[in-house]
């Protein structure tokens, strides 16, 4: 079966109570070889609108190795979304703005699907945008969501906007505060953000409230990420399950289901007990009456120790099985 991102799986269709015009694009076709100078039509016209502005990019510095050189060598317009002690420290895995430009090898590189290690269709890169401003002035205002204060404590935490899954979750799901102010018409024209084979594009509301000078991170947005962190790990986890091939999907969706309704949240505990369950002797042991009273009468016990009872109850149960066949045959 066939993987989807777990975005389009999650949210196929946008909240229609969303304050911005957002879209999934059809499905997209990278630049396939170094042969073809030229992009794809279709990524052409999305990313290269100029009535919307210039193209820029936020690359993930912590997902494209090298990045600070290749930028460097690259000849295009970039700057660090850090500055000071934090650039120089974490300027390999910093956050970069680039201008991009249609023909320039860099481009071309970050939307080829290939087997170099410089092509990186697929690879979570970092966010595509359109804007009038000039460098500079981009770069003031996406600085101010770099790092936010959490509403309750002010603690200082870091917001990595340029991870274009969850920046698209919230575009397509709300809370629309901080993506309201994130992308503001003043500053952004046009956002594509990259999931799987397609964009979700996102247009700002041009009667957006004016720009907020100090954003925060507040709670409806933070439960909203921890969710969508949540639906990726449970994609996730589904698929690989279906990859063991002992279990046909139905069974699979229903394991993930009774386990969050038996309570259990660790991922490690939920890897390790939906794997088992989804192999033949896992699920013949779930059929059983003593195997969901060890679950149901545990409930309140950490995940671990839930487990590994489970797990010391299944190796008893299996070695009196086989004390009793022996005495029988004896």
Request: net charge negative; hydrophobic share 40%.
């Amino acid at each position: 079966m066939t993987k989807s991102h777990w975005l389009k799986w999650f949210a196929p269709t946008p909240d229609p109570n969303a304050l911005c015009s957002v879209t999934w694009s059809d499905e997209l076709k990278a630049r396939s070889n170094d042969v073809d100078t030229k992009l794809p039509e279709d990524l052409t016209e999305i990313l290269f609108d100029t009535v919307s502005g210039s193209t820029y990019a936020v690359l993930d510095g912590a997902v494209l190795t090298n990045l600070p050189d290749r930028l460097a060598s690259s000849g295009l317009e970039y700057t660090c979304l850090y500055s000071g002690e934090a650039a120089e420290v974490l300027g390999e895995i910093a956050p970069y703005l680039v201008r991009l430009k249609p023909g320039d090898d860099l481009t071309r590189d970050l939307l080829t699907d290939g087997q170099a290690p410089w092509h990186n269709w697929g690879e979570a890169i970092g966010v595509f945008l359109h804007s009038k401003s000039n460098l500079q002035d981009l770069r003031a205002h996406l600085r101010k969501f770099t790092r936010l204060p959490k509403w309750d404590t002010g603690a200082w935490v870091l917001f990595r906007f340029w991870q274009a899954d969850i920046l698209a979750a919230l575009a397509l799901k709300g809370p629309y505060d901080l993506t309201s102010a994130l992308l503001h018409p003043s500053a952004i024209s046009r956002v594509m953000l990259p999931c799987g084979d397609r964009f979700v594009i996102v247009e700002p509301d041009p009667n957006a409230p004016p720009r907020v000078d100090r954003p925060i991170l507040s709670q409806s947005t933070h439960k909203a990420m921890g969710r969508f962190v949540q639906a990726r790990f449970f994609h996730d986890l589904h698929y690989d399950c279906l990859a063991q091939g002992e279990a046909p999907e139905s069974h699979v969706s229903f394991v993930l289901i009774e386990l969050q309704r038996l309570g259990f949240a660790g991922r490690q505990t939920l890897y390790d007990l939906a794997h088992w369950w989804c192999t033949r002797d896992g699920a013949s042991v779930m059929k059983t009456v003593w195997a969901q009273s060890e679950l149901e009468d545990t409930r309140g016990f950490p995940d671990l120790v839930r487990r590994d009872r489970l797990f010391n109850l299944v190796e008893e149960k299996i070695a009196d099985a086989k004390q009793g066949a022996l005495s029988a045959t004896g």
